[in-house]
């Protein structure tokens, strides 16, 4: 370069050889840090130990911030599916003591409220059995005859009734103990009293399949499932699959099935949708109601669904354990 033209810049790297007077070469080019070298100056390594200090100090006061939240929202899971008061431990909640305790006095007088009405439904029932009982003694006098077959009829239905008013609004059969059942075998010897009786049912699935459950309020959910298929769709067809920690129950029938917009009304108790006055046919109104309330309390969930094929299809998911 002449010595007055200016200075030009060199944009990116590059490498410079110089031959001298005595053959030997002059190489010059730029330094280059280390590659990583400056992720490890003491400014650098300040830095990170700061962010990792404070992402910890804010996990920690989040955790122990939404701690409380996490227990008052267990306690709430567990009033919607446990009929018994669930105490908050209110020492563990700090500020969200206030909260606790309003929960806990809720739970209490929801229980208590729920408690009277069931006193009073036995009550009632009590009563009510003592005079069918008399009627149906006064009953035997009577000559035999269409109006005295009426008679012990009505009063048949009756007890049905109430049978069926104190198992639902009772939570005997949720207090049963969980304990584990062979849910193939109980499957099996549902559909076969069932068929027993002259009804059109199958059963499709393992003949063993181990799971925890209530056996006696399990039984009575299937049981009520099974039966409204055999009454509304003349038969049924019950299958079991392990689904991960899930075990579930289908049973399809080939009735004319529910319209999706009827469907929750259906679990809703002492409603028909099958409108005549044949009990035979329309029953009391509770077998969905009762079998949606047992399996709801072991964790579950039951759906209904109208198939492509026709019919209806009851879903019933119950964790294995």
């Known amino acids: ?31 280059r840090p280390p590659r990583l070298g400056p992720l490890f100056s003491p400014p650098m390594i300040t830095a990170a130990g700061a962010i990792l200090l404070i992402s910890f100090l804010s996990i920690w006061t989040a955790k122990r911030t939404l701690s409380p ?13 446990d009929r018994n008061a669930t105490p908050v431990d209110t020492r ?24 009277e009405r069931t006193h009073m439904l036995a009550a009632i029932s009590h009563d009510l059995r003592t005079s069918l009982t008399r009627l149906r003694l006064t009953m035997e006098e009577l ?13 048949e239905e009756m007890e049905q009734m109430l049978s069926a008013t104190l198992a639902f609004a009772s939570d005997d ?11 193939g075998a109980l499957l099996i010897t549902i559909c076969d009293s069932f068929s027993d009786a002259g009804a059109c049912v199958d059963y499709q699935g393992p003949d063993h399949l181990l799971t925890v459950c209530q056996p006696i309020a399990t039984k ?20 079991l699959q392990l689904n991960g920690e899930h075990v579930v129950v289908t049973v399809k029938d080939h009735g004319p099935g529910i319209p999706d917009e009827l469907i929750e009304t259906a679990f809703q108790p002492f409603h028909r949708l099958e409108q005549s006055r044949n009990r035979e046919t329309g029953g009391v109104g509770l077998g969905l109601a009762i079998a949606r309330d047992i399996v709801s309390a072991q964790g579950g969930t039951i759906t209904l669904s109208s198939p492509h094929d026709g019919g209806l299809l009851a879903t019933v998911r119950l964790p294995r354990s």
């Open 143 to 155: 000559d035999e005859s269409a109006s005295k077959n009426a008679l012990v009829h009505n009063v």
């Open 173 to 183: 059969l949720k207090r049963e103990k969980a304990e584990r059942v062979d849910l």
């Open 69 to 81: 939240i996490d227990d008052l929202v267990g306690a709430a899971q567990r009033l919607g599916i």
């Open 220 to 239: 009575r959910a299937f049981m009520n499932i099974v039966d409204n298929a055999v009454k509304y769709g003349m038969s049924a067809r019950v299958g």
């Open 92 to 115: 563990k909640l700090g500020d969200f003591a206030v909260v606790g305790r309003a929960l806990n006095e809720m739970q209490n007088r929801i229980k208590n409220f729920v408690d």
């Open 1 to 31: 370069m002449a010595t007055n033209e200016p200075d030009i810049p060199i944009i990116g790297g590059f490498s410079i050889l110089v031959q001298g007077p005595d053959g030997s070469w002059l190489h010059i080019e730029p330094r």
